[in-house]
């Protein structure tokens, strides 16, 4: 049998929050060629000794590089080619990292990320290394088309949060405004999320609501 | 900077087809160690001197082997780890392959590939090479996932079908009864399908459609 030398395999994480219900993204700068100085997203190599598979792999960079582990983190695609690293034919598994704006921005100000508000897209930023800003295209599309029937909105929220703080970020995500009764009813019916605390304001009492599963790293293999 | 062995990357393709209503896989048996004799997907390695990208290269494995391109091929995720291959650490691209059953069954009655109906899952086939089960249950819970909201059934159909066609393929694929009136206006609003010819049967002519894309190989990196 004929064997073949194998490409260059990597992790991509897009780390993405919403600030002031805006679609961002943490970049860093790159220290090492290829694209010296230019932004990107966190990565690195798989360790075939120490990595169970591309999901640990993911965990452990975010981990050695912030000291970070996102509240969500799920596979997106994989992109792929003979042009995208001018090392050598290169693949790498894009992650997809939702985290709520108050984590993110302790990041920033720790000088570890910088965050780039990318709600209507990619082109304004400076360019990035590889072919990155794709990879940031690809994993907020799959934000999006999952906001409209998942619970996926939550993770860029605190731990509990109200029924209008969700809906907002849904229609953040989405881009159009929602009707507050329709929605209601769908989260229900969907039974997206759970009852948590309800908290005193200004003399009215408001629900709080957490989601079922508030940590989720997935494969993320099964999602349509 | 420190350089780490790249691990194994390999595509698998999950062939599908309908028949008799029924999800079905096309597998081979493989020639060589390790598994030798088992049950397979169709796969190999990715050759960087000539695939553009992953998806090239599934093309190439599907033309070289079986002599066949699939009207419909997309990328599904990727699997990967330490223990899934025992040559060593290995990724695998893995995409979904959609074709009508007529094709498959020539392929089937030339010996290149057995059908297995997997409509019920996987249980019940021998014991498959690899992780090879895992990657057949995520591609058809995808196949699955975007039945209900896109026209991916009609991949799995001739390229001309009547409206009760698509419907009871979709049905075959959501596992449950779909009302007729509410179907085709659903598939109406959605643009699903383009008006094809106009078959006449038993005096009564019978509208035909066709996909807006009929054969559409695609990263599908966007798709929720």
New interface residues.
């Given amino acids: 049998?004929q064997?073949?030398?194998?490409?260059?395999?990597t992790i991509d994480v897009v780390m993405v929050t919403l600030k002031n219900l805006r679609i961002h993204v943490a970049l860093m700068t790159r220290a090492?060629e290829p694209f010296i100085n230019a932004l990107a997203l966190p990565g690195g190599?798989?360790?075939?000794q120490e990595?169970?598979?591309?999901t640990a792999a993911a965990v452990r960079i975010l981990k050695s590089k912030l000291s970070f582990v996102p509240r969500h983190l799920e596979?997106?695609?994989?992109?792929?080619?003979?042009h995208r690293d001018p090392r050598?034919?290169s693949?790498s598994?894009v992650y997809l990292a939702l985290q709520e704006p108050a984590v993110m921005e302790q990041l920033a100000a720790a000088g570890q990320v910088t965050l780039h508000d990318v709600h209507d897209g990619v082109a304004h930023l400076p360019a990035l290394a590889f072919d990155h800003a794709d990879l940031i295209?690809?994993a907020i599309?799959?934000l999006?088309?999952?906001a409209g029937y998942t619970s996926i909105a939550g993770y860029l929220l605190p731990l509990e949060f109200s029924m209008t703080q969700f809906r907002e970020a849904v229609q953040g995500l989405l881009g159009k405004p929602l009707n507050n009764a329709n929605f209601r009813r769908k989260v229900a019916e969907l039974g997206l999320l759970a009852e948590a605390s309800i908290k005193g304001s200004q003399g009215r009492p408001a629900q709080q609501y957490s989601l079922v599963e508030p940590h989720l790293i997935s494969?993320?293999?099964?999602?349509?």
């Fill in positions: 049998m064997e073949y030398l194998s490409p260059i395999l090492a190599y798989i360790h075939a990595d169970v598979d591309t596979q997106v695609y994989t992109a792929s080619g003979m050598g034919w693949a598994v295209d690809a599309a799959r999006r088309g999952k494969f993320n293999r099964d999602l349509g």
